[in-house]
């Protein structure tokens, strides 16, 4: 058993004590800061009633109100800004609910604990300045390269911004440049893994020896498949654009869960229809306040994963508490190929297009990708006798679909009454992967 | 008097088309001509029937999605070279075919070919400048 490393060990190994006293100094300030400089704060905290004085610490998080993808939708794109654009050096960006985007703001201090936290993922994973980190990640709007990046280099790995695609090429990069370790969605490692053992290539060639993967759901089963076919040990990352990026929390050589960066956010698990904060070790839904951002801080901000809290002593030695892999959601979102989809996008979609809003979605896995089908009738107004130009409304409505998903979605024309019209809510989603 | 097709959306699954035909045959309607044109996912299917109104109001009652084309039927010689002086016209006239099949018929020595051009007026005028003819719906057995 090689020895535990730590990126920040008095951060991540803390007493409890010290991590409460470091989140109530934060919160208070990090309350104080949103009344300041953010109206769209401070007229929900006056809509219950409270002022910054109410809140004294962990104590009395509960008070304070809950924030939404649909605050970020109202408050798009500046509306929950907490620092002057001056001040500010990046943005990054997630879909939002219905084609507005979640738009987050970021300082070079924000950018910098950002980095840290995926560092720490890093290290836990065993990386060190001697390995070379190969970020399989997109890079872009999408926090998954620029995070991992960022972090790759504060630990000092020589690092492969490949970002996604390309397979041939990672392979060759994995090869000829000793990659060690691997960033990427697990659905994507486990592809160039298949790929590598297509081309004859056993674990014991694949210089490979671990991979932070992370942005979609996964199960043990894939950890298993993915390990034995790239020889390496897998961990599990964790986070959201609104509160950062990937490195939320991470996970530790124990692999039973990840530890939550709780001197940056406190995690808390409520009951998602009555929104009452549950007692440790009850499933619920995750809510995160960001504590020590500048630029875009959240307070109480309801991710909709379903999720449970551990705070049992980890044979990692780090303190932090560990949150299990999201069960599910309390909303519609489908994370597909480490996007977020909200069936109410494509609806936008489809009524812009002149197709009626009953539609199916159905999702899958095939060869370890995701897929994406949209089913939806065709109307009267779309039909014609010419076969070419359905086609070209179809191509025109694939091409909408991936400005609004970012993603490829293939469209099925079906007769009409052909999807079911469900009595009260409609079946919109058919996920078929197993996750 | 214009022939008119009726263009029917159709899923691509089993038994599509059987419900169709079954829907015509129940309702005493013969089809005079029909053609598929299809990707893997749908197609649309062509026909040319001798009652036209009653086909259009039956289907779109039972919920299918159809329109109305108007097409050209031309009248060709049924011996070997005989469609090829029509596409000549088409071809020189640079009118573009959308699409065409045959037509049943009973007329001896003669065949007929629905055409779907990018012109019609043109298409038309050519033709009878050419000696070339055009049925009309009553040669064809077709009412309203």
């Given amino acids: ?435 | 008097m214009t022939v008119y097709q009726i263009s029917v959306f159709l899923e691509n699954r089993t038994g599509q088309l059987a419900e169709i035909t079954q829907i015509l045959a129940d309702n005493q309607i013969n089809m005079c001509a029909i053609s598929i044109a299809e990707t893997s996912d749908y197609g649309v299917l062509r026909l040319i029937v001798d009652q036209p109104q009653k086909t259009t109001s039956i289907l779109l009652e039972k919920g299918f999605i159809l329109s109305k084309t108007p097409v050209t039927a031309v009248m060709v010689p049924d011996r070997p070279g005989g469609l090829a002086p029509v596409l000549q016209l088409i071809a020189e006239g640079e009118i573009d075919v959308e699409y065409m099949y045959s037509l049943f018929t009973h007329k001896a020595g003669n065949a007929y070919m629905v055409f779907r051009v990018s012109d019609n007026e043109k298409f038309t005028a050519l033709l009878s400048q050419n000696g070339i003819h055009v049925a009309d719906r009553q040669e064809l057995g077709i009412g309203d």
């Fill in chain 1, 1 to 435: 058993m090689p020895m535990e490393r730590y990126y920040q060990p008095e951060i991540e190994c803390a007493s409890r004590e010290q991590i409460l006293a470091w989140q109530n100094e934060r919160l208070v300030g990090q309350v104080h800061n949103v009344w300041d400089n953010v109206p769209y704060y401070r007229k929900k905290m006056e809509e219950k009633g409270l002022t910054p004085d109410d809140i004294k610490g962990v104590e009395d998080l509960h008070k304070l109100p809950f924030v939404t993808k649909d605050d970020l939708r109202e408050a798009y794109p500046y509306g929950l800004v907490a620092r002057p654009l001056k001040d500010c050096v990046r943005i990054q960006s997630t879909s939002g609910t219905t084609g507005k985007r979640v738009v987050a703001f970021y300082t070079q201090h924000d950018i910098d604990l950002w980095e840290d936290c995926c560092a720490r993922a890093i290290v836990a994973a065993g990386g060190t300045n001697e390995d070379v980190c190969q970020v399989s990640y997109g890079y872009g709007l999408f926090t998954g390269g620029p995070g991992l990046n960022g972090g790759s280099h504060k630990v000092g790995c020589l690092t492969i911004p490949t970002s996604s695609g390309n397979t041939e090429r990672q392979i060759m990069f994995i090869r000829d440049l000793n990659a060690t370790i691997l960033c990427c969605t697990p659905s994507y490692a486990a592809y160039i893994g298949e790929t590598m053992k297509e081309m004859g290539l056993t674990p014991d060639q694949i210089p490979l020896k671990a991979g932070i993967f992370g942005a979609e759901a996964w199960s043990e089963e894939m950890r298993q498949d993915i390990q034995n076919t790239l020889g390496i040990k897998a961990y599990d990352i964790y986070g959201l654009t609104e509160l950062s990026g990937p490195g939320v929390s991470f996970e530790c050589s124990a692999q039973t869960g990840m530890h939550i960066n709780e001197d940056h956010f406190i995690a808390e698990i409520i009951d998602p229809k009555t929104g009452e904060v549950l007692p440790e070790g009850e499933q619920g839904e995750l809510v995160f306040t960001s504590i020590t951002k500048e630029a875009f801080p959240l307070l109480r901000y309801r991710t909709r994963d379903i999720c449970v809290l551990s705070h049992e002593k980890c044979s990692c030695g780090r303190t932090f508490v560990k949150m299990c892999k999201p069960r599910g959601r309390s909303d519609d979102m489908l994370i597909i190929k480490g996007v977020n989809v909200f069936p109410s996008q494509i609806e936008t979609v489809l009524i812009a297009q002149g197709y009626q809003a009953n539609y199916q979605l159905i999702v899958d896995r095939v060869n370890n990708t995701d897929t994406l089908e949209v089913m939806v009738e065709m109307t009267p107004e779309n039909f014609s006798d010419n076969l070419g130009k359905i086609n070209e409304m179809e191509k025109h409505l694939v091409a909408a679909l991936k400005a609004m998903l970012g993603i490829y979605a293939k469209v099925r024309l079906v007769a009409p009454k052909t999807i079911a019209r469900s009595e009260g809510k409609a079946v919109r989603v058919i996920d078929k992967r197993k996750i």
